[in-house]
T-cell receptor
């Protein structure tokens, strides 16, 4: 089983619909992130969380919200999807100080969720 | 402004040939630089990490270099294989808050 699991892997929806992308991890990491990837633009940070009670906006948070339900779970919501939110979304984790891989800042990514908004 | 620039944007080579991908950065202060490999439709996976004191590091057929003075890194792939076809992303950790700054990636296609 993958260490970082995203669901759904693919979703097609219509403008105005509410969409939730879910992420769960078995790495025991405190830090979790949501990125979106668009052709030619690379990976851009939407939101990140350093522990269950911590939520921070990234560079492109408008139109998105997140929930950190537990150490292992971090979900991304689009309250009212629009076509320019069509993208590949990645969840990632990294270790906090004292955790595995923490001192190098290595990110561990899920397999991605491809979202199409019509 | 903290930035990471990668070149070329895309590259096509024949199987068995060598290639070099470039990463230039303006991030300060610098903490480390990591190269990720992203297969099509998959999440990125770390290949190697370079810290300030390291000049060269190898991981099989992948060799990364770092010149902290000129703020440049390269990823050299030796004897390319079809499975090397992927996007390669350079990520620098640094800045005043230790942020991760991503390059846009180089898409490598290895043809038989």
């Amino acid at each position: 089983d993958a260490d970082v699991t995203q669901t759904p892997r693919n979703r097609i929806t219509k403008t105005g619909k509410r969409i939730m992308l879910e992420c769960s991890q078995t790495k025991g990491h405190d830090r979790m992130y949501w990125y979106r990837q668009d052709p030619g633009l690379g990976l851009r940070l939407i939101y990140y969380s350093f522990d269950v009670k911590d939520i921070n906006k990234g560079e492109i948070s408008d139109g998105y919200s997140v929930s950190r339900q537990a150490q292992a779970k971090f979900s991304l919501s689009l309250e009212s999807a629009i076509p320019n939110q069509t993208a590949l979304y990645f969840c990632a984790t990294s270790g906090a100080p004292g955790q595995a891989n923490a001192n190098t800042g290595e990110l561990f990514f899920g397999e991605g969720s491809r979202l199409t908004v019509l | 402004k903290n930035q990471v620039e990668q070149s070329p944007q895309s590259l096509i080579i024949l199987e068995g040939k060598n290639c070099t991908l470039q990463c230039n950065y303006t991030v300060s202060p610098f903490s480390n630089l990591r190269w990720y490999k992203q297969d099509t439709g998959r999440g990125p996976v770390s290949l190697t990490i370079m810290t300030f004191s390291e000049n060269t590091k190898s991981n099989g057929r992948y060799t990364a270099t770092l010149d902290a003075d000129t703020k440049q890194s390269s990823l050299h792939i030796t004897a390319s294989q079809l499975s090397d076809s992927a996007s390669y992303i350079c990520v620098v950790t640094g800045g005043s808050q230790g942020n991760l700054i991503f390059g846009k990636g180089t898409k490598l296609s290895v043809k038989p």
